[in-house]
């Protein structure tokens, strides 16, 4: 998963080992006859700066997602209701887990490293989607981030396949195909508590109510308080706005909430026959920010948490590092 329409600036960006090109008129000529004709950029053209920060903090933000998005649910993982539950979440988790090493490397191929992207996110600078900051209390609440959650990032990251830049674009399509998984998952568990006991299906419309407003806050801020949606659909990285994201989200969505008998908690979402949308109440975008600026109820645990698993991990990366050194001096005395 998860992005919120990735514009939000990082508390820092991280610094890149590339060095910067002068812009020569040649170069951006050719880079935007590339962009005008939907092509691709690959990581040896040349690309203007501006572009190539835009989509190290993109990558990154998102490939920190993906990894701090393993959190909430892998919390679940000893706890699942069933072998059949536990397999499936087990899979989804590792899933997040890939999308978060695609990223990195899709990340790397712009001129940042691993580990300038890992500091960015330990030291608390990176943001990540907000909405793992929230904890996922019940069983229901797996099943809800797998339906809407999941769901509101399919959306997000369908257009992200025709991103102008090639690795990242590619990247997108195996994991807009696992995440599509993620959600049906997501959606026949709550199927399957919505036919069972009334404390299941209470259980199921209260995550529903906890989860919906985060997720439409996902797609990011209106678009009239998003100054760089507009160059980043101008290079051709953002394809669609993060309203009308939002509305095909919304749209999506209500038919499938009422196949499962849950109420979508906005008193204002109604259907409106002249837009051919759903209408829908407002966001409480103070919250959003609140969230985003480090206030949210988990930000603390979920950052602790991946600093000491990075730190639990250091003796596998050195064990692999001094693995490597001991192969190639090997190599190099065969080689002697
Ligand atoms: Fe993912
Ligand atoms: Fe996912």
């Not at 991280?14 to 950029?41: E, H, M, N, Y």
């Not at 025709?162 to 990242?168: I, K, N, W």
């Amino acid at each position: 998963m998860y992005t919120q329409s990735f514009n939000v600036p990082d508390g820092g960006t991280p610094t890149l080992q590339a060095v910067s090109v002068p812009v020569d008129a040649d170069l951006q000529a050719r880079f935007d006859a590339v962009i005008d004709a939907d092509g691709k950029i690959e990581p040896r053209d040349w690309m203007p700066e501006a572009y190539r920060k835009t989509l190290v903090r993109q990558i990154s933000q998102h490939a920190h997602s993906e990894i701090v998005g393993m959190l909430p649910e892998g919390n679940w993982i000893s706890r699942a209701p069933s072998l059949k539950r536990k397999a499936i979440l087990v899979a989804k988790v590792q899933d997040e887990g890939g999308h978060g090493l695609y990223l990195y490397s899709a990340a790397e191929t712009l001129g940042t490293s691993r580990d300038q992207m890992f500091d960015a996110l330990h030291s608390g600078k990176a943001k990540y989607s907000s909405i793992f900051n929230y904890p996922t209390l019940t069983w229901a609440d797996v099943g809800v981030v797998g339906w809407l959650v999941d769901g509101a990032a399919i959306m997000n990251q369908i257009p992200l396949c025709r991103c102008s830049f090639g690795p990242y674009a590619r990247a997108m399509i195996r994991v807009c195909k696992e995440e599509s998984f993620h959600q049906r998952q997501g959606f026949e568990s709550l199927m399957t508590m919505m036919q069972g006991t009334a404390e299941q299906k209470a259980m199921v419309q209260d995550a529903v109510n906890r989860w919906w407003w985060k997720c439409l806050a996902m797609f990011g801020p209106p678009d009239a308080d998003s100054p760089n949606s507009v160059q980043g659909m101008r290079w051709g990285i953002k394809r669609i706005s993060n309203d009308d994201l939002r509305q095909k989200f919304v749209d999506a969505t209500v038919p499938q909430a009422q196949v499962l008998g849950v109420t979508l908690p906005d008193p204002d979402l109604k259907w409106n026959a002249e837009r051919g949308h759903h209408d829908f109440g407002a966001i409480d975008w103070d919250e959003f920010w609140q969230v985003v600026n480090g206030n949210g109820p988990c930000n603390q645990e979920r950052l602790a948490t991946r600093v000491k698993a990075w730190e639990d991990g250091a003796w596998v990366r050195e064990a692999a590092l001094a693995h490597a050194r001991k192969q190639e001096q090997r190599a190099r005395k065969e080689a002697a």
